[in-house]
């Protein structure tokens, strides 16, 4: 078995408790309000914002012999530069307040999540950071495209509010096809090992912002 095998197996309750929280099944069927929808996008802003930071900051901690994943994660930082700013992009177009958003603190799980990260990297074992890009890139894939065309219909939002759920649907696609083959060059056990816990803690940690997120249905909201 392949490492990456070997950690989708191992993360895989893990992963399921996530895709099973009820304001990821209500997005993935274009359930949820326009209020759900934008406070989604406010907390992803402040944890997508450190995206590249973090990047920088494992690519800083690994040793000599793993240059190869320095140069692996020259091409993610490239990929995810200003992101963040599409996701404010998008809180404009579906009528939000994007400068609010940039100067608002994050909610308590968000926070969490992120110092979690930046613990990962400088006290533990840097490459357990990919546990990490699993974890959100994994459920791009599942989720954002559908998420974004049924909510886009509900809600009757222009396109250009989904600007960060589109592209991260689609582009993560070749992200994880990429991300299997750094996983399986990976040797050491103790590598192997700190990313199956990190993925497994980020699972938790996303999660839970998830689980913060004001659930609100449309039918809700119209009713009100």
């Known amino acids: 078995m392949s490492f990456y095998d070997e950690l989708m197996s191992a993360t895989e309750e893990a992963r399921n408790d996530l895709l099973s929280i009820p304001f990821i099944r209500m997005g993935a069927m274009g359930e949820l309000s326009l209020e759900s929808y934008l406070a989604f996008?406010?907390?992803?802003?402040?944890?997508?914002?450190?995206?590249?930071?973090?990047?920088m900051a494992t690519g800083a901690r690994l040793s000599e012999?793993?240059?190869?994943l320095r140069e692996a994660i020259g091409e993610y930082i490239e990929e995810e530069i200003g992101h963040q700013e599409w996701i404010l992009n998008d809180i404009e177009a579906a009528g939000g307040d994007r400068e609010a958003v940039r100067r608002a603190m994050p909610?308590?799980?968000?926070?969490?999540?992120?110092?979690?990260?930046?613990?990962?990297?400088?006290?533990g074992n840097p490459v357990g950071f990919f546990g990490?890009?699993?974890?959100?890139?994994?459920t791009s894939v599942a989720l954002a495209t559908q998420a974004a065309d049924n909510i886009q219909k509900a809600l009757k939002l222009p396109r250009e509010a989904f600007s960060y759920l589109t592209s991260h649907g689609s582009l993560d696609v070749g992200h994880v096809d990429f991300?299997?083959?750094?996983?399986?060059?990976l040797e050491s056990e103790a590598d192997k090992q700190a990313?199956?816990?990190?993925?497994?803690?980020?699972?938790r940690l996303y999660g839970d912002i998830f689980r913060s997120l004001p659930l609100i249905a449309i039918k809700q909201e119209s009713s009100t």
């Open 107 to 123: 909610m308590p799980a968000t926070e969490l999540m992120v110092a979690y990260a930046y613990d990962t990297i400088q006290r």
């Open 65 to 68: 012999e793993k240059e190869w």
């Open 41 to 55: 996008l406010g907390q992803a802003y402040h944890h997508v914002k450190h995206t590249v930071p973090l990047l």
């Open 179 to 185: 991300y299997e083959k750094l996983m399986n060059r």
């Open 132 to 138: 990490m890009v699993l974890v959100l890139e994994g």
């Open 195 to 203: 990313v199956i816990h990190a993925a497994r803690m980020f699972y």
